[in-house]
């Protein structure tokens, strides 16, 4: 009776935390109908091009988790505060083809007189409670307050560390248009965002945004969910067209097809904007590989590669520089220039490259 009771006052705690507003909302209503429809969705949940195991070959969720607790990497996070400097969004010359990284997977970017962001978190954590994926010492240079008028907000996906609620959320009055993956509005929507503001797509599809700015979308190999249910909205990486730059902004994905066919179909791109980091080969399906990261690249017909995903959080076993050291090698060797700025720097968009390797610099 006893064990009933810790039983079901556990069960009733956790749906009362799962149900607060930070855990977003499951589609319902035409946006669920519309997602019933999608080529993607089957059996009641999205699935990616090719099948994709969470895990790989013949790893189990016991060994990983034995695999962080017993092994833990010591440079998992930077021992010293990470250099960065703070760029004034709201006076950059609007004229300039700019791009300014917030760590991991938010960036700001003017182009051609538009103002975009990506998978904003700027609170200080990655996670539904703020103790947990703590971002590192000197990375939390920016607050909403610290961003202008918003054009473009891209959503890639509906993880933590890709789509935060209180950034979001005080960011609304300054947002134009969202434009992100088919389920994603539905947590938009119960934060408090215009149905008319969010523009909600499948893979494969062409939104016309005007002045000459285009968005495709594209498939990714990853997942989704914010709570204990999972794959019920889209995971998606854009093309996007300006009048004079062409980027492919990646969400998280491991490696596969599809790269290739955006470099054949839409390539070749000025810049391709992909994630590095938080891999292991325990969950190689959805995370690329340093060296996958390369050939992408590679697929992509990119100019230059702006490796992302690092140096704000840490949600693999690996050092906290580990990958950025791999891609900067790796990148040499096959005559890739990148584009590595520190945190709040102003990033040219219209330069060869920006690779000075700031990380090497870092006391650890």
Not at 76 to 93: A, I, M
Not at 177 to 205: F, M, P, Q, S
Not at 226 to 237: A, F, H, M, N, T
């Amino acid at each position: 009776m006893i064990l009933l009771i810790i039983v079901a006052t556990f069960s009733i705690l956790l749906i009362i935390f799962l149900r607060q507003p930070q855990f977003g909302k499951l589609p319902a209503g035409e946006r669920l109908q519309r997602i019933q429809k999608s080529p993607n969705y089957k059996n009641g949940q999205f699935r990616n091009i090719n099948p994709t195991p969470d895990l790989a070959e013949g790893t189990s969720y016991f060994t990983v988790m034995k695999y962080f607790i017993f092994n833990k990497n010591k440079r998992s996070r930077p021992e010293s505060v990470l250099p960065s400097v703070k760029t004034n969004l709201h006076t950059l010359d609007p004229k300039k083809n700019v791009l300014v990284w917030f760590g991991h997977s938010s960036y700001f970017m003017q182009i051609d007189g538009k103002k975009i962001l990506v998978d904003p978190v700027l609170c200080g954590y990655a996670s539904p409670v703020n103790f947990t994926t703590r971002s590192y010492p000197g990375t939390d240079v920016y607050t909403p307050e610290d961003i202008p008028q918003i054009d473009y907000l891209f959503l890639s996906h509906d993880h933590w560390d890709h789509l935060d609620y209180k950034t979001v959320k005080e960011l609304k009055p300054k947002v134009g248009k969202v434009i992100t993956a088919l389920g994603v509005g539905a947590h938009l929507e119960r934060w408090g965002y215009e149905k008319n503001k969010v523009i909600e797509t499948d893979w494969n599809e062409e939104v016309m945004l005007g002045n000459g700015f285009v968005v495709n979308t594209i498939p990714a190999r990853h997942f989704s969910g914010r709570g204990l249910i999972r794959q019920k909205s889209l995971w998606i990486s854009f093309v996007l067209r300006t009048p004079t730059l062409t980027l492919f902004i990646g969400g998280d994905s491991g490696y596969d097809s599809h790269f290739a066919t955006a470099g054949i179909v839409y390539g070749p791109f000025d810049l391709a904007i992909l994630e590095c980091g938080q891999y292991d080969y325990y969950w190689k399906y959805i995370h690329m590989m340093p060296h996958e990261v390369v050939q992408a690249t590679i697929d992509l017909k990119a100019k230059k590669l702006m490796p992302v995903h690092w140096g704000k959080f840490s949600l693999a076993n690996h050092a906290w520089d580990d990958p950025i050291r791999q891609i900067s090698e790796l990148s040499k060797s096959k005559n890739i220039p990148l584009l590595t700025p520190m945190i709040g720097e102003e990033a040219d968009l219209n330069s060869s490259s920006l690779s000075r390797e700031w990380w090497i610099e870092v006391s650890c």
